[in-house]
T-cell receptor, first 113, second 113 residues
Framework: NAGVTQTPKFRVLKTGQSMTLLCAQD?????MYWYRQDPGMGLRLIHY???????AKGEVPDGYNVSRLKKQNFLLGLESAAPSQTSVYFC????????????FGSGTRLTVV | DAKTTQPNSMESNEEEPVHLPCNHS???????IHWYRQLPSQGPEYVIH???SNVNNRMASLAIAEDRKSSTLILHRATLRDAAVYYC??????????????FGQGTILTVHP
């Protein structure tokens, strides 16, 4: 089925460890986004990309890096994980024109201890 | 970014219509009105979006006020599966915003059997 796939679904990290979250979409969407959601709160934008090879900072970019080497993939990296980065991470993509709705992945639940 | 105001929570009975209001008095002429919903432990799901005219799809209807300062999401017959947090979001595809979604707290919809 077409959609957005996030891997892994769950992960526990120790403080200071690094990891990469992968987001893949098969809808040929230009725009991709990474959000985080803390308990009881709405989603906050971390980084986004408007096309292959481009990235930009969102609302809460500190402590994260991203890359968009291929149109279908958007990677979110944590170089040195901190407990404050414990959250659920959602990736999303969207098309343009009539196909304007966002499609979200099912999320990655990350715990930093 | 223009903000939206939604009630914190609403309740409905199964098989009855539900009208979820949203105020967006500072909306700009190029802002689209988006609705997403988030079921427990899932990523947000696109419901509907519109610019000026009322919109219908298989999930819901979107009624937009003539001055565009408010809108209403209409679920024609609520089911237990419609229990979720509903987010009303303004998104501008142009300029420097690149169609980013800014999530508020949303409306928690409870559906009673």
């Amino acid at each position: 089925n077409a959609g957005v796939t996030q891997t892994p679904k769950f992960r526990v990290l120790k403080t200071g460890q690094s990891m990469t979250l992968l987001c893949a979409q098969d809808m040929n969407h230009e725009y991709m986004y990474w959000y985080r959601q803390d308990p009881g709160m709405g989603l906050r934008l971390i980084h986004y990309s408007v096309g292959e090879g481009t990235t930009a900072k969102g609302e809460v970019p500190d402590g994260y890096n991203v890359s968009r080497l291929k149109k279908q993939n958007f990677l979110l990296g944590l170089e040195s994980a901190a407990p404050s980065q414990t959250s659920v991470y959602f990736c999303a993509s969207r098309g343009t024109g009539r196909n304007y709705g966002y499609t979200f992945g099912s999320g990655t639940r990350l715990t930093v201890v | 970014d223009a903000k939206t105001t939604q009630p914190n929570s609403m309740e409905s009975n199964e098989e009855e219509p539900v009208h979820l209001p949203c105020n967006h008095s500072t909306i700009s002429g190029t802002d689209y009105i988006h609705w997403y919903r988030q079921l427990p432990s899932q990523g947000p799901e696109y419901v509907i979006h519109g610019l000026t005219s009322n919109v219908n799809n298989r999930m819901a209807s979107l009624a937009i006020a003539e001055d565009r300062k408010s809108s209403t999401l209409i679920l024609h017959r609520a089911t237990l599966r419609d229990a979720a947090v509903y987010y009303c979001i303004l998104s501008n595809a142009g300029g420097t915003s690149y169609g980013k979604l800014t999530f508020g707290q949303g409306t928690i919809l409870t559906v009673h059997p």
